[in-house]
């Protein structure tokens, strides 16, 4: 236990943002135009929770080795991500520590995802099967 995983680094566009807006239905324009997000006092546009949320899960996808190895996965956000206007965006970072090895098994992952230094995500974790 207390192993740490080796980091994964998500870099988030507008272009990103647009792609994902039009998979998911969710065109709110907090995520598209930086007039409406400042306008509701965000720091500017952001990305979509869900896609942020799915980075992470794709993180541990990656480190489980299979998409099917990951049993549960739970976030609870914390901070929005901002995405800037320019051609790099803005970059998520998902480190991950083995919290526990079930009876099983099975290992417990506490995960932690941040954006410019903050975390944006907390309560983060995912127990991934025994491969």
Request: proline share 5%; aromatic share 6%.
């Amino acid at each position: 236990m207390g192993d740490v995983l080796e980091p994964q680094t998500f870099r988030i566009t507008r272009a990103d943002l647009v792609r994902y807006a039009g998979a998911s239905g969710d065109f709110n324009p907090i995520h598209w135009s930086e007039r409406t997000a400042t306008g509701v006092g965000l720091p500017g546009v952001i990305a979509h929770g869900m896609f942020t949320m799915a980075l992470v899960g794709r993180a541990a996808t990656a480190w489980a080795g299979a998409g099917d190895a990951v049993k549960e996965f739970s976030v609870r956000f914390s901070r929005p991500v901002p995405v800037p206007d320019t051609d790099e965006g803005t970059e998520v970072i998902v480190t991950a520590a083995v919290k526990e090895v079930t009876e099983n098994g099975d290992t417990r992952l506490a995960l932690t995802a941040t954006c410019n230094g903050d975390k944006v995500l907390s309560l983060a974790q995912a127990l991934v099967g025994k491969r």
